[in-house]
């Protein structure tokens, strides 16, 4: 499987992105997909999960009500609607896949593909 993020920017707080996902390859294969974002010095963390079949969504407690993750199947994309952003969102932003179905989806290490990130910058 492969993945490409796109739709990072410069935004100013309060502001909003949408960041996007495209998945190929063998994509039949994904069950859950999700986004996890990095800051300069400090660790990967997680921020919203989706199970590609759909029914499922998971959020981490920083970015609930304000962070909406979406799939459309049939693009085999994956989208992160970002509201209300603080500079503390700021950060490289990451999509990543699993076929794993019975995962920890809130570590990195419960994901096989990675794409590359897209940078995010929340201005105050």
């Known amino acids: 499987v492969q993945l490409q993020a796109s739709g990072g920017g410069l935004v100013q707080a309060g502001g909003s992105l949408r960041l996007s996902c495209a998945a190929s390859?063998?994509?039949?294969?994904?069950?859950?997909m999700g986004w996890f974002r990095q800051a300069p010095g400090k660790e990967r963390e997680f921020v919203a999960a989706i199970r590609w079949s759909g029914g499922y969504t998971l959020y981490a407690d920083s970015v609930k009500g304000r962070f909406t993750i979406s799939r459309d199947a049939a693009k085999n994309t994956v989208s992160l609607q970002m509201n209300s952003l603080e500079p503390e969102d700021t950060a490289v932003y990451y999509c990543?896949?699993?076929?794993?179905?019975?995962?920890?989806?809130?570590?990195?290490?419960?994901?096989?593909?990675w794409g590359e990130g897209t940078q995010v910058t929340v201005s105050s």
């Open positions: 390859g063998r994509t039949f294969s994904t069950n859950y």
């Open positions: 990543a896949a699993t076929s794993l179905r019975q995962v920890v989806l809130t570590r990195p290490t419960s994901y096989g593909y």
